[in-house]
């Protein structure tokens, strides 16, 4: 046992030979970015080797309804950071921007909330976010990181502040605001050909029009090209950057190595605290588009660049859990694996199926009812704490981690607000059969989309779908015309009564039930609404970080490496060759 371990008045109680535990374990948390759930070897994927992950599972606890907060980013790791349904921090959209849009945007996880972070970090833990953070920089000015993780708990970050997306690769097509943005290339060329054409037509005496208004028109023309170009024209440099805790350390970033500086700064935190106690939140960039691999990887697996990212990132598990182990850390630390929602169907380049797979389960990212959108991997380790090889299959939540490691690390959650996690110690070790939750909300921004209703004495759950997004094509499973489904207006169906399922029986959603043959369907329908009146009762308003003046690109907030808008440089170097040419491919 390290000399670090402190008793507290803390006893773990476990069935049979598990042992009691009296010291604050170290913990690693390790998210993955629009991973499917149908991806993964140990949950039936045949055709993509993740054997890390497999292997962590046969070690630990696996989790078969581990539920995601929200079907995206944002809103999901906001709710798995604060223990809370997004909509109690603001952190989810009424409008189409559910997401941050840009590291330079004033939006983000509010400063009053308390992360997991500051419950562990005022218990003694050295804390560790390497990644993805995706919850906002700044509020009012370039420096004030009043959204920043070391304002939310954290003693030590790297990665990016913002998200991966096509735009940090030159040779991807354009993500963000695609469709906006060829409208405002076209307005632009229109005006460029108005003013080119009047020109002309006056030079040659065809029309009378004076060079005032045709000098207007160009200054106009420009300036509007001027107001849409300087914010989408550079967006590698905006929002594709690494930083290490304020400083920012490459601006654009270099993605051909940042899996390796990514991999060597989380192996890097666990040597350094290996005496702890330490949180380690891993929140990897893979498998988000645009599937950056490592040539090591490239063409190994047999699903095509998709497989090859999911391949690569199993690999960096294993190299996270191999350092662990090296430490002799294994059994010491709490290991925790997830998915921050489920894979993302309309992922396409022309052929190519670049999104992942959600096994069984209809519908995927973006959706907030569909199984496919948040339904997840859920993995826990801990040698001699929680029992080796077994499954669960109550019904869990990505919000649950909150209360959990809290309660490890001895601290207690907030008093003063409304918890929506439960502790999973007791679940995990068996001492309690069934799940705490007996309702969860699911979300689609702000509107609620599904209840799902475990019955505890009969073994039912039911899930109660009130709107449900409309498949392009017809039947597809999926929002391919639009590129994702959305969650109000035109593209969604609203049900009364719901759609009725039971996924105890029919766990893919595949055939609705009916009032006229379901003979229980009136008395679960009307158990699941007066659920949903008490839950929007504990509802309090609160400021919304998703509005459109909150998610737009501000200059004066843009974090910036050098003087704006002269953001560019390179601290990093070719630091990254020396821990990939030691890799062992599966």
């Known amino acids: 046992m390290p000399i670090r371990v402190i008793f507290l008045c803390l006893f773990l109680k476990s069935p049979g030979s598990h042992a009691s535990v009296s010291y604050k374990p170290n913990i690693v948390l390790i998210l993955v970015d629009d991973l499917g759930i149908g991806d993964v070897g140990c949950y039936g994927n045949d055709t993509i080797r993740t054997p890390n992950i497999d292997r962590l599972a046969k070690e630990g606890v696996k989790l078969t309804q581990h539920i995601a907060a929200a079907p995206l980013c944002t809103p999901s790791r906001a709710a798995f950071l604060t223990g809370r349904y997004p909509i109690r921090s603001g952190m989810d959209a009424t409008n189409d921007y559910r997401v941050i849009q840009w590291a330079g945007a004033s939006g983000g996880l509010p400063p009053n909330e308390t992360t997991f972070a500051k419950i562990l970090q005022k218990q003694g ?106 914010s989408y024209g550079f967006i590698r440099y905006w929002d594709c950057i690494l930083m290490r805790n304020h400083e920012i350390t490459e601006q654009p970033m270099v993605v051909e190595r940042t899996t390796s500086l990514i991999l060597k700064e989380a192996i890097s935190f666990i040597e350094r605290n290996k005496h702890g106690p330490f949180l380690l939140f891993v929140s990897f960039l893979h498998v988000h588009t645009p599937l950056i691999t490592t040539e090591l990887f490239l063409g190994k697996s047999s699903y095509g660049l998709y497989g090859d990212n999911v391949e690569e990132m199993d690999w960096m598990v294993g190299r996270v859990l191999d350092a662990i182990d090296k430490k002799g850390l294994k059994n010491t630390t709490l290991t925790y694996f997830s998915s921050d929602h489920g894979g993302f169907l309309e992922a396409q380049g022309g052929k190519a199926q670049l999104g992942g797979w959600n096994g069984i389960y209809k519908g995927g990212k973006g959706m907030g009812g ?163 009146q008490e839950h929007r009762q504990t509802l309090t308003p609160v400021p919304q970080q998703l509005s459109l003046h909150n998610i737009m690109w501000k200059p004066w907030l843009q974090p910036c490496c050098g003087t704006f808008p002269f953001c560019w440089c390179d601290k990093e170097g070719d630091k990254d060759r020396p821990l990939l040419a030691d890799g062992n491919l599966p």
């Open 370 to 532: 569909w199984e496919g959108g948040i339904r997840v991997p859920g993995i826990f380790r801990w040698p001699g704490v929680l029992p080796a090889d077994t499954v669960i299959d109550e019904p869990t939540s990505l919000m649950d981690i909150y209360p959990t490691v809290a309660y490890l690390a001895g601290g207690i959650v907030p008093q003063d607000r409304v918890m929506d996690g439960w502790n999973l110690m007791p679940l995990l070790q068996g001492s309690i059969q069934h799940s705490e939750h007996e309702f969860l909300f699911h979300y689609c921004g702000m509107y609620l989309h599904a209840v799902r209703w475990h019955q505890k004495d009969s073994g039912a759950l039911w899930k109660a779908h009130y709107v449900t997004p409309i498949f392009q094509p017809e039947g597809a499973g999926a929002c391919y015309g639009r590129g994702i489904c959305p969650c109000f207006g035109e593209g969604v169906t609203h049900h009364d009564p719901p759609l009725l399922f039971d996924l105890s029986r029919d766990p893919s959603e595949a055939k609705p039930l009916l009032p006229a043959t379901e003979p229980l369907f009136d008395t679960v329908t009307s158990r699941i609404e007066r659920a949903v």
């Open 125 to 230: 833990y050295i804390t560790g976010l390497i990644g993805k953070w995706h919850q906002g920089v700044n509020c009012e000015s370039r420096n004030d990181y009043c959204h920043h993780p070391l304002n939310h708990g954290f003693d030590y970050f790297y990665g990016m502040p913002f998200s991966l997306m096509n735009d940090c690769q030159i040779t991807q097509p354009p993500e963000k605001d695609r469709v906006l943005r060829t409208k405002l290339w076209l307005y632009s060329q229109t005006i460029g050909l108005a003013v080119l054409t009047l020109a002309i037509a006056r030079l040659t005496g065809l029309v009378s029009v004076t060079w005032k208004i045709i000098t207007c028109l160009a200054w106009f023309g420009f300036l509007f090209f001027a107001s849409w170009f300087s």
